[in-house]
């Protein structure tokens, strides 16, 4: 099964509206990181936390870590019409290569 | 500056045939990933280029896939004898560093179509 594994799978909200979507994993991490991808294409790069931080924020996304549940969680606030996207978390463990979760598909309705 | 790029954005093709996707990473990237995604799913890690380390194959599905990166720089990712569930979106990603401590920067993929 995969290591991070995104929790809802799809999510429907109006504009304006916040949107949170959680993130799981098995093994201990040296930092997770978020990702949006939009249209199936490329992936951007949204927010890195490190394993000994807590919380963190850009712009309007907040992203919380709990290494003790092995969750993180990903707040966006006052959602526009261009935040509809998928959002991944990867995970870094001890070595090279970030795992991905399957993803949370948002619609953010106008 | 330019972002990475990969090359063609779409193909189709033939099963039994070979295919040939390309990815350009952003100069000065040290680090260069492939990774396969399946329609609506997360990504699959592929194959993992660091500098002129030996690359990491340990996500290649099967031996009809190989990748190689020459000078540091383009990647070339090959399918051999392609099948029908090879179909999906091919990414590469580049990153500046070493390790999963850096943020990865990813093309716009090459949707592969087998027939």
């Known amino acids: 099964s995969q290591q991070g594994e995104e929790d809802p799978q799809a999510l429907s909200i109006q504009e304006g509206e916040n949107a949170t979507m959680n993130c799981s994993y098995k093994?201990?991490?040296?930092?997770l990181q978020w990702y949006r991808q939009n249209s199936g294409r490329g992936l951007v790069h949204l927010i890195l936390?490190?394993?000994?931080?807590r919380e963190k924020h850009s712009g309007r996304l907040r992203v919380t870590l709990d290494t003790s549940k092995k969750s993180s969680s990903l707040l966006i606030t006052a959602s526009r019409a261009a935040d509809t996207a998928s959002y991944f978390c990867?995970?870094?463990?001890?070595?090279?290569?970030?795992?991905f979760g399957g993803g949370t598909r948002v619609l953010v309705k106008p | 500056g330019a972002g990475v790029s990969q090359s063609p954005s779409n193909k189709v093709t033939e099963k039994g045939k070979d295919v040939e996707l390309r990815c350009d990473p952003i100069?000065?990237?040290?680090?260069l990933y492939w990774y396969r995604q399946s329609l609506g799913q997360g990504l699959e890690f592929l194959i993992y280029?660091?500098?002129?380390?030996?690359?990491?194959k340990s996500g290649l599905p099967s031996d009809r896939f190989s990748a190689e990166r020459t000078g540091g720089s383009v990647s070339t990712l090959t399918i051999q004898r392609t099948q029908q569930e090879d179909s999906a979106v091919y990414l590469c990603?580049?990153?500046?560093?070493?390790?999963?401590?850096?943020?990865?920067?990813f093309g716009p993929g090459t949707r592969l179509t087998v027939t």
């Open positions: 990603a580049s990153s500046i560093g070493q390790g999963s401590t850096y943020e990865q920067y």
């Open positions: 093994t201990s991490i040296n930092n």
């Open positions: 990867a995970t870094a463990t001890a070595g090279n290569k970030l795992t």
């Open positions: 280029f660091q500098g002129n380390s030996a690359p990491d």
């Open positions: 100069s000065g990237h040290t680090a």
């Open positions: 936390i490190r394993s000994n931080e």
